[in-house]
């Protein structure tokens, strides 16, 4: 019976080694065939309950087996709204940075809508899609994802913007030379001078994405209760019912696909986007991806990008090519020139009612309640500008440091993606019963929430600027011996300078943003409140007083976009002229 059971065993072991191997290339092609089936039935079953009828009411379920949908429907909301981020950067930053008439009104038209909080996109987003998509599950769920893309897209934006200003006049005269057209131009220099600041900052609005999610997928709006099915409905209901375990199991799942969006998506992405560096010498150190490799080693995509992509690219180059840009400028044709008088005057006419409905607005307010929204900006502003100093100390020096350093680089950045994607709220009630019991209230409780949800902006565009220093000039550095603070003064703080403002403006906006969910907060029936202009605008959203709502809305976006004149252009401007990389 043994001999008989080892010559099984040596029978099936013969066969086996007959068999052809699996070569190593062949496994990306297996994984991507069988990721494109799992896409494929994701969509049909998306599909299945997107497009049928609206549910009113939703049972969020507090089960930990109803994690793993939940986290696939979040996550397919978040994907939507960064594609949507990504396409709106590439056309509003590009514009905004070459047309000086443009410029004017579309930088502060940024500073407007990023101070905006999600709460106040609110009530006109889901209505219009709800109007738009009578009866429909699409409705909602499109509502959700475009409340997503307003917490998404506008750091994106400023850093697209802040690179394209400060590509050096060495490669803009090389394109002039080559006679490069707009898509050479925008395909060989622009988009590759710019893409370590927008790798990183996509990696930021994805965080974004996951903090902003408790308020994006549950909400009333007036007497209708709107809730989807994902992980930020399921963190909230948690929050809110004041179970422990279920938050623990929410935060759980969320880091754990964080984790693996940082293997198999931010890595990757990384390790791509460092060929972009601006450097004569190459890096020792460059960051790697195993993910990366097994791509490039697959024959199938070999095969795409050689049959496909490339020839499609070069047929796109050479279509563009020949539509050279005039040296002599162009007559504008009669109907071009009414059509863009027409649309100033419309929007003139649309600037001018909204502050005719705004002033009629004022007039009709109680005088106690613009003397409380007058205080609330008040105790707003110092919390923001507090938040700023705060993290600034520590995320300049930590992010300098992970940039400067692949290794800690490998283990911080997951790090600091689970850190900055984890909704403070969430987290909040066990950070608000300590500082009860200590003493602090929700005074201290919302710089600390403020804290946690603004100070990632700062720290990834930091190692983003730390990592876009080129190479010679540390080598340089090292050379001379420049070392402590000579070294931050003629190196570092030059390098990330434009990053720094950047990440300055965007935190900026971001804590003004925050303000709702960190000076109003429901926990266990009850309601902590401190004084602010962020909790007068949730206040006014669950009471739903549209016209308090929409006063404080309006004061919130005049102060950041008059601080960001005052203060943060001229940074910029500062960063375009003085601190700009020239060879």
């Known amino acids: 019976m043994k001999k008989l059971t080892s010559m099984r065993g040596f029978s099936a072991y013969r066969i086996w080694a007959q068999l052809p191997g699996l070569e190593i290339s062949y496994l990306p092609d297996l994984v991507m065939f069988g990721a494109g089936i799992a896409l494929f039935y994701g969509v049909l079953v998306v599909g299945r309950s997107w497009l049928g009828p609206f549910t009113p009411q939703v049972e969020i379920s507090r089960s930990p087996l109803a994690l793993v949908p939940y986290a696939g429907y979040s996550l397919l909301r978040i994907t939507i709204a960064y594609l949507l981020s990504l396409a709106f950067t590439l056309v509003y930053g590009y514009v905004a940075a070459y047309n000086p008439r443009a410029e004017r009104f579309m930088i502060p038209l940024l500073d407007v809508l990023q101070s905006i909080p999600v709460l106040s996109f609110l009530p006109t987003v889901m209505l219009a899609m709800v109007a738009l998509f009578p009866g429909r599950q699409l409705g909602v769920e499109a509502g ?81 209760d709107f809730r989807l099915p994902g992980l930020g409905s399921y963190l909230q209901t948690a929050a809110g019912a004041g179970d422990t375990r279920s938050i623990l199991w929410g935060v759980a799942t969320m880091i754990a696909v964080i984790v693996l969006l940082d293997q198999f998506v931010w890595r990757p992405v990384i390790a791509w986007a460092e060929k972009f560096k601006v450097e004569q010498v190459e890096s020792s150190d460059a960051p790697r991806s195993w993910v990366l490799d097994l791509i490039r080693h697959s024959r199938g995509l070999s095969q795409i990008r050689k049959k496909t992509v490339r020839p499609l690219a070069e047929r796109l180059m050479l279509h563009f090519a020949h539509k050279q840009p005039s040296n002599d400028a162009e007559p504008r044709s009669p109907w071009k020139i009414w059509l863009m008088r027409l649309l100033v005057m419309l929007l003139l006419a649309g600037i001018s009612y909204g502050v005719v409905r705004v002033v009629m607005i004022l007039t009709g307010l109680h005088k106690t309640e613009l003397q409380q929204t007058g ?117 570092i703080l030059p390098g990330i300078f434009p990053y720094l403002v950047t990440g300055m403006v965007t935190a900026s906006g971001g804590a003004w943003n925050a303000s709702i969910v960190a000076e109003y907060f429901h926990f266990k029936g009850h309601i902590y409140t401190t004084v602010g202009l962020g909790a007068i605008i949730s206040q006014a959203s669950d009471e739903s007083n549209s016209k308090l709502l929409l006063v404080a809305t309006v004061m919130m976006a005049a102060t950041v976009v008059t601080i960001n004149r005052l203060v943060w252009r001229r940074l910029y401007a500062l960063a375009e002229t003085r601190f700009r990389l020239e060879t």
């Open 144 to 224: 959700a994802i475009l409340l997503i893309f307003t917490g998404q897209v506008w750091n994106m934006a400023f850093s697209f913007y802040a690179s394209l200003k400060s590509i050096p006049n060495e490669m803009r005269e090389a394109a002039k030379v080559y006679r490069f057209s707009w898509w050479q131009r925008f395909i060989e220099m622009e988009l590759p001078f710019s893409a370590i600041g927008l790798v990183w900052n996509s990696m930021m609005s994805v965080a974004g994405g996951w903090f902003f999610l408790m308020a994006c997928e549950m909400f009333v709006l007036g007497s209708r």
């Open 375 to 491: 205080i609330g900006l008040a105790a707003t502003f110092l919390r923001v500008n507090l938040t700023l100093l705060i993290g600034a100390l520590w995320t300049i020096p930590a992010g300098v440091a992970i940039g400067f350093n692949p290794r800690l680089a490998r283990i911080a950045q997951p790090l600091a993606q689970i850190a900055a994607s984890v909704p403070a709220t969430a987290l909040f009630p066990v950070v608000l019963l300590l500082l009860i019991r200590i003493g602090g209230g929700l005074g201290v409780g919302s710089i600390v929430l403020l804290l946690l949800g603004t100070q990632w902006y700062i720290l990834f565009n930091v190692i983003a600027g730390a990592i876009a220093i080129p190479t010679d000039l540390k080598e340089c550095c090292s050379v001379f011996r420049m070392q402590g603070i000579q070294r931050w003064k003629k190196l």
